[in-house]
Nanobody, 120 residues
Framework: QVQLVESGGGTVQAGGSLRLSCAAS????????MGWYRQAPGKERELVAT???????NYVDSVKGRFTITRDIAKNAVYLQMNSLKPEDTAVYYC??????????????WGQGTQVTVSS
């Protein structure tokens, strides 16, 4: 079992910055891709950014050039630096991890979410 705990959310004015952190704990053999998703009120959850163990990143078009995802494999952690925030970035942000067991089984884990609110 893997637990993901996010931190770093909050309220910021448009144009400001926030840094989200997510730490994985529990019984961890290997974490493959990790990422961030978000869900705004009345909308479906959407992918924000992902990063593989090799550091290959992927971003949704709306955050390219403004958000940067990084990870620390040794710490089982992933981060999301969010700059030039816009009101439309307001959402609950969720950390996600693709965990692999020693037997090759894969499990998808989610954090509890952290609120990001950008005021205009």
């Amino acid at each position: 079992q893997v637990q993901l705990v996010e931190s770093g959310g909050g309220t910021v004015q448009a144009g400001g910055s926030l840094r989200l952190s997510c730490a994985a704990s529990g019984i961890i053999f290997r974490l493959n891709a990790m990422g961030w998703y978000r869900q705004a009120p009345g909308k479906e959850r959407e992918l924000v950014a992902t990063i593989t163990r090799l550091g290959i990143t992927n971003y949704v078009d709306s955050v390219k050039g403004r958000f940067t995802i990084t990870r620390d494999i040794a710490k089982n952690a992933v981060y999301l630096q969010m700059n030039s925030l816009k009101p439309e970035d307001t959402a609950v942000y969720y950390c996600n991890a693709d965990s692999v067991s020693p037997y090759g089984s894969r499990y998808d884990y989610w954090g509890q979410g952290t609120q990001v609110t950008v005021s205009s």
